[in-house]
């Protein structure tokens, strides 16, 4: 089994609507991420968390929220989606000394 | 901010060397990795080299940091149809905070 799974793997939503994506590792790591991937412009860190209780805003977090439900899960929220939040959204965790990251397969979300 | 840079494509032939490049402007980085995504998969980490290192070697695949330059390269030796991917070089601190991504360069390998 993979060891970060993220679903769904493929949404198709429309403009305002809310949408949830969602995260679980069994790596047992402390930090979790969440990644956007745009063509050309590589992976942008969206919120970061170093454990349940912190939450940290990235590079590019507005239009986002996240919460961190328990260690295993850290979920991203589009309160209300835009066609420019049209993206792949990638997972990550890593373990206290942060310095190799673990990516989930991705989720590709399309915004009409 | 910091930035990291690469070139965005990149062919060779089947059985030659690969090299991809990528330069970053942060002088803190301790951290220095290259990642592989492969069609439809998450990224891959494939090695990281630590900052006061100037070379580490790991089978096919040899990582050169010029730190002066703030320059970071991938060989790839024997190049193969499996290898075409795209390639992320990545940066990060000593606490792992903020971890910066290239735009990523696609490798093409040609029969």
């Known amino acids: 089994d993979a060891d970060v799974t993220q679903t769904p793997r493929n949404r198709i939503t429309k403009t305002g609507k809310r949408i949830m994506l969602e995260c679980s590792q069994t790596?047992?790591?402390?930090?979790m991420y969440w990644y956007r991937q745009d063509p050309g412009l590589g992976l942008r860190l969206i919120y970061y968390?170093?454990?349940?209780?912190?939450?940290n805003k990235g590079e590019i977090s507005d239009g986002y929220s996240v919460s961190r439900q328990a260690q295993a899960k850290f979920s991203l929220s589009l309160e209300s989606a835009i066609p420019n939040q049209t993206a792949l959204y990638f997972c990550?965790?890593?373990?206290?000394?942060?310095?190799?990251?673990?990516f989930g397969p991705g989720t590709r979300l399309t915004v009409t | 901010g910091e930035d990291v840079e690469q070139s965005l494509f990149l062919s060779v032939r089947e059985g030659d060397s690969s090299v991809i490049n990528c330069t970053y402007t942060?002088?803190?980085?301790?951290?220095l990795y290259w990642y592989k995504q492969e069609p439809g998969a998450g990224l891959q980490l494939l090695t990281y080299?630590?900052?006061?290192?100037d070379m580490k070697q790991d089978q096919r695949l040899t990582v050169l940091l010029n730190k002066k330059d703030k320059h970071l390269s991938l060989r790839i030796a024997d190049t193969q149809t499996g290898d075409s991917a795209i390639y992320f070089c990545?940066?990060?601190?000593?606490?792992?905070?903020?971890?910066?991504f290239g735009p990523g360069t696609r490798l093409s390998v040609l029969p």
């Open positions: 990545a940066e990060t601190d000593n606490y792992g905070q903020n971890f910066v």
């Open positions: 990550a965790t890593s373990d206290y000394k942060g310095n190799e990251q673990y």
């Open positions: 790596k047992g790591h402390d930090r």
């Open positions: 080299i630590f900052s006061n290192m």
């Open positions: 968390s170093f454990d349940v209780k912190d939450i």
């Open positions: 942060d002088s803190s980085s301790t951290y």
